[in-house]
């Protein structure tokens, strides 16, 4: 069925004017006039249409704006992940527990609780043997020379006090261990929450600086487990 259309009111004005059976006591100026009229009222009915998709042109524009500020935040973003993984990954390579770097340290710790004992053993053993051979002198002798004899048991006494550094070195090691341990619990705990080692294989990790000039030959002390190093001995024999 077709839909009767209606017809605007300029078109019926139109038509009446072509119409010589219309109202022809309306005169030419009342139907320019009313012609007018209805092409404001058209025009009004238009305009805000206009003005509607001005404005959602401007909202569509400040959204757009807003847009590229969220895209750039989250590149940001972006880029603060991936450089984060990529410290976390350097961390793990020179400081987890399958780097070479990181048993190094621990038998360096080692090294050095091993010679304090040593060390320490040593001057005891000095410091003892000089105490028992003041005593015996502060026996046999007298006077001036006996007062001697125990001003030096007194500094060996201080001596011995002396030698419990060792107790808090080896205190302190420990301590400074455990910091290491924690750290590498939390480097692999942070590994973890990125989604384990996996995620981590296809980042490379930065490379160390290499030692230059005089640094560069700096290598000892030598440990235990070294191999292919000149021990004591052969640096000995060079000057034998």
């Known amino acids: ?5 209606r017809a605007f009111r300029a078109e019926a004005l139109l038509s009446t004017r072509g119409n010589p059976d219309g109202h022809s006591d309306i005169g030419e100026a009342e139907r320019h006039r009313e012609l007018l009229s209805e092409m404001a009222e058209i025009k009004q009915m238009i305009r805000p249409a206009e ?3 001005d404005h959602l042109l401007a909202k569509f524009k400040a959204e757009m704006g807003e847009a590229v500020k969220l895209k750039a935040e989250l590149d940001a973003i972006y880029e603060a992940i991936n450089q984060t ?5 350097t961390l793990h390579h020179t400081a987890g527990p399958d780097s070479n770097e990181m048993g190094r340290v621990a038998n360096e710790l080692d090294a050095v609780i091993l ?4 060390a320490t053993e040593n001057i005891l053993a000095a410091a003892e043997f000089i105490d028992e051979t003041a005593n015996t002198l502060s026996a046999r002798l007298k006077g001036q020379d006996s007062e001697l004899a125990r001003d030096i048991q007194e500094r060996v006494i201080s001596i011995f006090e002396n030698c419990n550094f060792q107790d808090l070195t080896g205190q302190r090691i420990t301590k400074v261990v ?5 750290i590498e619990d939390r480097i692999i705990h942070m590994m973890d929450i990125w989604g384990g080692i996996e995620s981590f294989k296809g980042i490379e990790p930065e490379a160390r600086p290499q030692a230059q000039g005089d640094a560069a030959l700096l290598n000892g002390p030598s440990l235990v487990s070294d191999e292919g190093v000149a ?3 052969d640096i000995d024999a060079l000057f034998a």
């Open 1 to 5: 069925m077709t839909a009767i259309r």
């Open 85 to 89: 993984k990529k410290e976390i990954a």
């Open 231 to 233: 021990t004591q001995d």
């Open 178 to 182: 455990g910091t290491l341990r924690f």
């Open 51 to 53: 003005e509607v998709g």
């Open 115 to 118: 010679g304090t004992e040593g």
